[in-house]
């Protein structure tokens, strides 16, 4: 490899194949060869074959080892995996692809534990769910509801969020202003924040001191609790941010909660704020910790009626003209 240098390995023979072409689709496989050229010729197996087909897909047809078809697999993802170790939220970057992961997930359950170790090991949360919504080649169907029985349960199991959320394939994550909103179904304990937070003596504590103490609260029942969920279950708006107290994100959140805890809003005015939650951001592919609050479904934040008051106000104010 030092000596020849890497174009060697993309030379062509008179049929226009390459060195890991010609390896994978020979009379008589040698799995040697096809691994070290797999791990060696990058861009060969992003190519389609001579015959049409991506090579993961051949290769599974072929039966080929676990460890060559992750390899081949990785190559052709509808996204780029951002990794663990960011310092701010991000959406999810996609990418051109020749179809593979649909196709792995759909008609190649076999391969099942390469599924899972991809997304338990590759992705964060958001990107599992992008994964999960994945269409078939004529932009069709949802890769959740279309998957082999077995995928579908990887993708379940590897979509609980925080011990108790369960996030929904049926909607985009969006992620704006630093703030990252996700659709899920809360399976842990049903009492509420403001519940737990009427209950304090002080009402104008700070709000660390109620972050706090749901942490506390969170963590007792989490470790008491197995992710096969016996509450009954409630759909919710997840807002997620990094804690950082310079962030504006962070602040309009605390902004939230304090007015929450201060005043006794009426259902019909706001949705409720059901729980506060302080996570790993690691879950999203992030340094540090994560506020996360649990909304109710359909979600109007404080802002939100700030604005539909003005507007109302504004529009009256139009009519008696």
């Known amino acids: 490899m030092n000596i020849c240098g890497e174009h060697i390995f993309y030379q062509h023979d008179e049929n226009g194949s390459d060195a ?52 081949l697999l990785l190559a052709d993802m509808p996204l780029h995996f ?20 649909w196709k792995m997930c759909t008609e190649h359950s076999e391969y099942s534990s390469i599924i899972n170790e991809i997304l338990k090991s590759e992705a964060n949360i958001n990107e599992i769910v992008a994964l999960s919504q994945e269409t078939d080649p004529n932009g069709f169907g949802n890769l959740f509801e279309s998957s082999h029985a077995k995928v579908r349960d990887i993708f379940k199991r590897n979509l609980v969020f925080g011990e108790r959320y369960e996030i929904l394939t049926n909607y985009r994550v969006v992620t704006s202003e630093s703030v990252m909103k996700m659709c899920a179904l809360d399976w842990g304990d049903r009492i509420a924040w403001e519940e737990f937070a009427s209950k304090e003596s002080n009402p104008q504590a700070q709000v660390s001191d109620a972050i706090m103490d749901m942490e506390r609260v969170n963590s007792t ?11 009954p279950h409630r759909e919710v708006i997840l807002y997620c941010c990094l804690k950082n107290k310079k962030a504006k994100s962070y602040k309009e959140l605390i902004k939230e909660m304090d007015a929450r805890r201060q005043f006794n809003f009426s ?55």
């Open 267 to 321: 259902v019909l005015y706001s949705q409720r704020l059901y729980n506060v939650h302080i996570f790993d951001a690691k879950s999203i592919g992030c340094n540090g910790d994560l506020l996360c609050l649990s909304f109710e479904k359909p979600l109007l934040t404080l802002q939100d009626v700030r604005l539909a008051t003005f507007k109302c106000m504004h529009n009256c104010a139009c009519d008696s003209l």
């Open 221 to 231: 029942k989490a470790s008491s609790q197995s992710v096969n969920f016996s509450h």
């Open 20 to 71: 890991f072409q010609i390896s994978i689709t020979a009379d008589v496989l040698d799995i040697e060869s096809v691994h070290f050229l797999a791990k060696t010729a990058s861009r060969s197996i992003k190519r389609v074959l001579p015959n049409g087909t991506m090579p993961v897909i051949y290769a599974a047809k072929m039966g080929m080892p676990d460890a060559i078809m992750k390899i």
């Open 82 to 101: 951002r990794g663990r170790n960011q310092k701010e939220i991000k959406d999810v970057f996609l990418r051109t692809h020749g179809y593979s992961w």
